[in-house]
Antibody, heavy 119, light 110 residues
Framework: QVQLQESGPGLVKPSQTLSLTCNVSGGSINRGGYYWSWIRQHPGKGLEWIGHIYYGGSTYYNPSLKSRLTMSVEMSKNQFSLKLTSVTAADTAVYYC???????????WGQGILVTVSS | QSALTQPASVSGSPGQSITISCTGTSSDIGVYGYVSWYQQHPGKGPKLIIYNISNRPSGVSNRFSGSKSGNTASLTISGLQAEDEADYYCSSYTTSSTVLFGGGTKLTVL
């Protein structure tokens, strides 16, 4: 059973960079056919796809976040990461990492981590 | 890119069936068979319940079923149970190689 766990600071100041890591256990991040995704949920709102990355490094990003977004994979640690620059209060959300079959559906999810952007 | 359109809320009594619609465009739902549905209970992360329009992951009750017609996908829950009360989200792959979610539907079991 694949398990994912998000980690990172729960509080980020405006204009700074939000950095999160997702640790994957129970399966290898370099298993072919799977992408590794980030999804967020603003308080009381719906889900928003942020983007996903393949272990080989290819990425697909939400166009609305693309200019501020970087994803990376650390295969030796079986982890992948998210960096979102120049954050504002609008980036306050629960951030989930998830395994993605192809680019098509999210079959395993982390528990989520609340990130608040505030001074 | 706009979110897929779902009703904000639906309700039903135990034992009844309900259907949640998810409307997209010819650039997402209409062109691909990659529609999925997620169940989210309060304070929990989402759980995959339907993938590729109508397939159920192992362990998901057969009371959940999915379908698609044109640009609209649907999730049907039959034999409603109290534990089905949750938020439901649809999702689709798009021709821009991105993923869209619906705005979510709150299911109330009366």
């Amino acid at each position: 059973q694949v398990q994912l766990q998000e980690s990172g600071p729960g509080l980020v100041k405006p204009s700074q960079t939000l950095s999160l890591t997702c640790n994957v256990s129970g399966g290898s991040i370099n298993r072919g056919g799977y992408y590794w995704s980030w999804i967020r949920q603003h308080p009381g709102k719906g889900l928003e796809w942020i983007g996903h990355i393949y272990y080989g490094g290819s990425t697909y990003y939400n166009p609305s976040l693309k200019s501020r977004l970087t994803m990376s994979v650390e295969m030796s640690k079986n982890q992948f990461s998210l960096k979102l620059t120049s954050v504002t209060a609008a980036d306050t959300a629960v951030y989930y990492c998830a395994r993605t079959y192809g680019s098509y559906y999210f079959d395993f999810w982390g528990q989520g981590i609340l990130v608040t952007v505030s001074s | 890119q706009s979110a897929l359109t779902q009703p904000a809320s639906v309700s039903g009594s135990p034992g009844q069936s309900i259907t949640i619609s998810c409307t997209g465009t010819s650039s997402d739902i209409g062109v691909y068979g990659y529609v999925s549905w997620y169940q989210q209970h309060p304070g929990k992360g989402p759980k995959l319940i339907i993938y590729n329009i109508s397939n159920r992951p192992s362990g998901v009750s057969n009371r959940f079923s999915g379908s698609k017609s044109g640009n609209t996908a649907s999730l049907t829950i039959s034999g409603l149970q109290a534990e089905d009360e949750a938020d439901y989200y649809c999702s689709s792959y798009t021709t821009s190689s991105t993923v869209l979610f619906g705005g979510g539907t709150k299911l109330t079991v009366l």
